[in-house]
């Protein structure tokens, strides 16, 4: 079945570093990707996605790659800020819509000023 | 425009019983789906479902779950007969007719079973 793979946590960083949580995947077919974020109290929200080989999603800063030939979706970002400080997950779905999204296991990153 | 709002936060209940979780989706979304995320586990889907229509269920254990949208007030997620390892995160999204890709989360139910 499907399956999502991702950097364990937590990571920390200074203000300014940059930032790469990795995500590999496993499915049948032609996955849609995407990264989701949880900020402290908050549900999941949407960070970016892409649905096709090459494409790129980017949303805040923070960019995503789907590279079909690695099966990785890695999320960056050139200079993170406190603000960042979340859950990240990496999520795909399979089914032709967004109805059964498959998560990993989620990314805790804090952001030091 | 409030968001995806679930209640309560935090349920603590003892072997047995029975656990209702509510999910209150965005003004305007007719469509709920409800994940699970089992400790060190990623978010696992469970149930979609549009208002009085279960649509897919494929994610829900077969017994003691069982989950509902009435055509007025929120969906409920019933779990009866609790056990430990129904401790969990319950989540519940919801998304615009026409658009299933935008799903909005609320904070979720922290399910505690003693």
């Known amino acids: 079945g499907d399956s999502v793979t991702q950097m364990e946590g937590p990571v920390t960083l200074s203000e300014e570093a940059f930032l790469t949580i990795n995500c590999t995947y496993t499915a049948t077919g032609y996955p849609s990707l995407f990264w989701y974020v949880q900020y402290p109290g908050e549900g999941l929200q949407l960070l970016l996605k892409?649905?096709?080989?090459?494409d790129k999603g980017s949303n805040k800063g923070f960019e995503a790659t789907y590279r079909k030939e690695t099966t990785s979706f890695h999320l960056e970002k050139g200079s993170v800020q406190v603000s960042d400080s979340a859950v990240y997950f990496c999520a795909l779905s399979s089914s032709g819509s967004a109805r059964q999204l498959t998560f990993g296991s989620g990314t805790q990153l804090t952001v030091l000023p | 425009n409030a968001g995806v709002m679930q209640n309560p936060r935090h349920l603590v209940r003892r072997r047995g019983q029975e656990a209702r979780l509510r999910c209150s989706p965005m003004?305007?979304?007719?469509?709920v789906y409800w994940y699970r995320q089992l400790p060190e586990e990623g978010l696992k889907f469970m149930v979609y479902l549009q208002k009085e229509n279960i649509i897919d269920e494929s994610g829900m254990p077969k017994e003691r779950f069982s989950a509902e949208f009435p055509k007025e007030g929120p969906s409920i997620l019933r779990i009866q007969q609790v056990v430990r390892g129904d401790s969990a995160a319950y989540f519940c999204?919801?998304?615009?007719?026409?658009?299933?890709?935008?799903?909005?989360f609320g904070s979720g139910t922290q399910l505690s079973v003693l």
């Open positions: 892409a649905t096709k080989a090459d």
């Open positions: 003004k305007g979304h007719s469509h």
């Open positions: 999204a919801s998304s615009p007719p026409g658009d299933a890709e935008k799903l909005f």
